[in-house]
């Protein structure tokens, strides 16, 4: 199993600022991800975050907004550049160790854009 | 094409008595099936799986699924509801054939009455 810490867990942010998440998971895990989750809804894949180069992202994320860095196995970040109040959400970072397909889950972060 | 189907957004029931959430999902490939939980305010942790090994999955905290390949379903039952329950409930169909790749259900909001 795999232990993920995030931070921060929640913040308040002005229009046109930027935001960086950290995440950091406790054992070594072939891949990372980040998912958006905005109120009352279900889980959208933004970026699988790929060690050591670019991110791959979904349709509809781009990365001049949405950034991502994973310098090593265990340890990964997602930025919010230029926020609007559209990027109020929860930001998770999910991991899953090879052949379970099982995911692992920070408790998110919870983002309001003012 | 790949597809997760929760059949009811919202499931009320009353402590003591049965649950049941249901999940259709639709693949091309043999998938990994999941059901994780959501509290409030927390990230998603794991109930049970099912990866072609027994049909009839155990999970934690009493919960436990049943693969029904003819029906295309792995509905999601307890025998009897906690308050502690209430949660929001994703059926989630994962494939590892040539990649990876995860579909998420809409989710399901578990009440449980006193």
């Known amino acids: 199993s795999a232990v993920i810490s995030q931070k921060p867990s929640r913040d308040i942010c002005q229009r046109g600022t930027s935001l960086t998440i950290q995440c950091q998971v406790d054992?070594?895990?072939?891949?990372m991800f980040w998912y958006r989750q905005q109120p009352g809804q279900s889980l959208t894949l933004i970026a699988t975050?790929?060690?050591?180069?670019?991110?791959?992202?979904e349709s509809g994320f781009v990365i001049d907004k949405f950034p991502i860095s994973r310098p090593n196995l265990t340890f990964s970040t997602l930025t919010v550049s230029n926020m609007s109040p559209e990027d109020s959400s929860i930001y998770l970072c999910?991991?899953?160790?090879?052949?379970?397909?099982?995911?692992?889950f920070g408790e998110g972060s919870r983002l309001t854009v003012l | 094409a790949q597809s997760v189907t929760q059949l009811d957004s919202h499931v009320s029931v009353s402590e003591g008595t049965p649950v049941l959430l249901r999940c259709n999902y639709s693949?091309?490939?043999?998938?990994?099936l999941f059901w994780y939980v959501q509290h409030p305010n927390k990230g998603l942790q794991l109930l049970l799986k099912?990866?072609?090994?027994?049909?009839l999955v155990k999970g934690i905290n009493g919960f436990e699924a049943e693969f029904k390949k003819s029906e295309t379903s792995f509905h999601l039952t307890k025998p009897s509801a906690h308050m502690s329950d209430a949660a929001e409930y994703f059926c989630?169909?994962?494939?590892?054939?040539?990649?990876?790749?995860?579909?998420f259900g809409a989710g399901t909001r578990l009440f449980v009455k006193a």
């Open positions: 999910s991991a899953t160790t090879p052949g379970t397909g099982e995911l692992f």
């Open positions: 054992s070594q895990v072939t891949m």
């Open positions: 975050a790929n060690q050591g180069s670019e991110a791959t992202y």
């Open positions: 693949s091309s490939y043999s998938p990994s």
């Open positions: 099912y990866t072609s090994a027994a049909t």
């Open positions: 989630v169909v994962t494939l590892m054939t040539g990649g990876f790749k995860t579909i």
